[in-house]
């Protein structure tokens, strides 16, 4: 069960992505709160900082998982869909997997708060759409209400990955509520993790985010799904999968 965790984890150490990590769980622990200067998971410059310095440039840089290993339920997720938003994409091309899995018939939006992760995707990959967004914040313009999907790879992991349960919290919050606001009513979110049901469900409960805007509110689809994949190095390790709906429009 570890296995996967103790993955992530380690790509974060290897790319100085996390100098503190908590080592027997990723919730609040006096280590998180004893790591003032973490970097903050959430930063433009933390990450643009990391994209620029050549760590996480590898052609096709995926973490933790790929689209082979998750091609079945993302497949399924994505069925009937029409227009998906990508979150955090970072090097991952599993956006641009998808696409060729669908053809024409599925348009899916790759972003990430990187200014330079975006710039260089977009020149490796003409054929995607890659833009810079910051998913913490409200959504702006199309990207208020238009899509029916939402295909979370490791980016809700990055924030659970430091800081106080408080700051998990709220940056979790921020996050649930920006891709709640991007997805029309009935729309879809998929959270691919490496955390472990008790570290994740907690997010997901319509009581604890669902009256932060006035009404709105997610409600779980079906229950968590743990899946054995090859993680780094070949090693089969876990990961889970949780899906959300939204349930309804929010008050202005
Ligand atoms: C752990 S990496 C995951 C990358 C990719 N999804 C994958 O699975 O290979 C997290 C990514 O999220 C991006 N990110 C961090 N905070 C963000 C935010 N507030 N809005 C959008 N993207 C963000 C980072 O730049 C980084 O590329």
Same mark, same amino acid.
């Given at each position: 069960m570890?296995?996967?965790? =103790?993955?992530m984890l380690n790509q974060l150490r290897d790319r100085n992505v996390v100098e503190s990590i908590p080592s027997s769980s990723d919730e609040s622990s006096p280590l998180s709160s004893a790591a003032p200067d973490r970097p903050s998971y959430n930063s433009a410059a933390y990450w643009d900082e990391r994209y620029k310095s050549g760590k996480d440039t590898d052609d096709n840089f995926e973490w933790i998982v790929t689209y082979k290993d998750? $091609?079945?339920?993302?497949?399924?997720?994505?069925? +009937?869909? =029409? $227009?998906?938003?990508h979150p955090g994409c970072g090097g991952? @091309?599993?956006?641009?997997?998808?696409? /060729?899995?669908? #053809?024409s018939r599925l348009k899916i939006v790759n972003v990430d708060v990187s200014d330079s992760c975006i710039a260089r995707m977009r020149e490796l990959y003409p054929e995607g759409r890659w833009e810079v967004v910051d998913s913490?914040?409200?959504?702006?313009?199309?990207?208020r209400g238009g899509y029916d999907r939402v295909l979370d790879k490791c980016l809700l992991d990055a924030f659970c990955c430091g800081g106080t349960e408080r700051e998990k919290r709220d940056l979790v919050g921020s996050y649930l509520d920006h891709c709640w606001g991007c997805l029309g009513v009935g729309g879809r979110m998929m959270v691919i993790s490496?955390?472990?049901?008790? @570290?994740?469900? /907690?997010?997901?409960? &319509? $009581? @604890?985010? #669902?009256?932060?805007? *006035? %009404?709105?509110?997610?409600? /779980?689809? +079906? %229950? @968590?799904?743990?899946?054995?994949? $090859? *993680?780094?190095? &070949?090693k089969n390790a876990m990961c889970y999968v949780y899906e959300l709906r939204k349930l309804e429009e929010g008050k202005e």
């Open positions: 570890e296995d996967v965790r =103790a993955n998750l $091609k079945l339920v993302v497949d399924e997720f994505l069925e +009937g869909a =029409a $227009k998906v938003l991952s @091309t599993l956006g641009l997997e998808v696409r /060729r899995t669908f #053809g913490c914040s409200p959504p702006e313009g199309e990207h490496f955390g472990q049901p008790e @570290t994740r469900e /907690r997010y997901f409960e &319509g $009581k @604890t985010y #669902g009256k932060r805007e *006035g %009404g709105w509110s997610w409600e /779980r689809v +079906g %229950g @968590t799904r743990t899946m054995e994949v $090859k *993680g780094e190095g &070949g």
